[in-house]
């Protein structure tokens, strides 16, 4: 019986290395895109792969996307929720327009979608829904407390869900990688520049070090860390197994961050400002 599975924001990096996994290990893929020419890269890979235009943050997107779903299917096995940006900024001067973006994007966007897959799913006997969080949902990474709050967010509003939905065969899992070679890096990069643009001068004046070594460090995780193949390989597994876990953390930096995250926070607060003072100089 063939499986369907949709994956959000699977243009590049970890999103498009999962659907090529997953159609190789013989799954139907819905890919999220939100431009033609991603369309035409993705369906070209494999004939498992369907892509469909699906912007998180838009309901006539999603409704239109989940219309087109249901032209080859009733039934969805599992959801990825993988779209998702990294914004930045201090805390004292941080937009709230940038906070509802982050929000919009990360959690908003992905309740969205779940939403609207649920129906599809009330059926099956094993249905999944996979988040793809990360080691910063355990929040003690300082100036990207956006993203750190949004995945938490993320993993705590589908833990209601797992808990309320009379659905007893629906499975919702946790995936929080340490740092992963991804465009999201570039992407996050390009956001950030925009939003420090309007930084005010006191702001950028009081901050000025901690900013630079800020956007240094994001260019630099372009090229280390986890490879995308890495997660996708740990989301096929998990698709394959009878009782996956409700959590799974990759990489060793996700590690350190969860055994860390586990300390009274006076302790985690001291370690990481002395880290970044340290790490800045």
């Not at 469909?52 to 997107?61: A, G, I, K, N, R």
């Not at 240094?216 to 989301?235: C, H, M, R, T, V």
């Not at 926070?265 to 800045?280: A, D, E, M, P, S």
Request: glycine share 6%; charged share 25%.
């Amino acid at each position: 019986m063939e499986k369907y599975i949709l994956i959000t924001g699977a243009s590049s990096g970890l999103g498009k290395e999962t659907a090529v996994k997953l159609a190789q290990d013989g799954y139907k893929v819905f890919a999220g895109v939100r431009k033609a020419e991603d369309k035409e890269a993705l369906e070209a890979i494999s004939h498992n792969i369907t892509a469909v235009f699906l912007d998180v943050t838009c309901e006539e997107s999603i409704n239109s996307a989940f219309e087109q779903i249901s032209q080859k299917t009733n039934s969805l096995f599992a959801l990825v929720n993988n779209a998702g940006v990294a914004l930045a900024g201090p805390v004292e001067y941080i937009t709230i327009d940038i906070l509802k973006k982050q929000f919009d994007i990360n959690v908003f966007g992905a309740i969205r979608v779940a939403q609207k897959a649920l129906p599809f799913m009330k059926d099956s006997d094993d249905s999944r829904i996979i988040n793809i969080s990360s080691m910063s949902s355990y929040g003690i990474f300082p100036f990207i407390s956006p993203y750190c709050v949004s995945k938490r967010a993320l993993d705590m509003f589908f833990n209601s869900l797992y808990i309320e939905c009379k659905m007893p065969n629906l499975k919702i899992i946790s995936i929080k990688p340490g740092v992963v070679k991804t465009p999201i890096w570039n992407k996050s990069l390009a956001e950030c520049e925009k939003n420090l643009e309007h930084l005010c001068e006191e702001g950028k004046k009081k901050y000025e070090r901690e900013i630079d070594f800020l956007m240094a460090n994001a260019g630099k995780n372009n090229d280390k860390g986890l490879e995308p193949s890495d997660i996708a390989n740990l989301i096929s597994k998990i698709l394959k197994e009878k009782n996956p876990k409700l959590s799974y953390n990759i990489g060793n930096d996700s590690y350190f961050a969860r055994a860390l995250s586990v300390f009274p926070q006076r302790i985690v607060n001291f370690l990481v400002k002395y880290g970044l003072k340290k790490r800045i100089g």
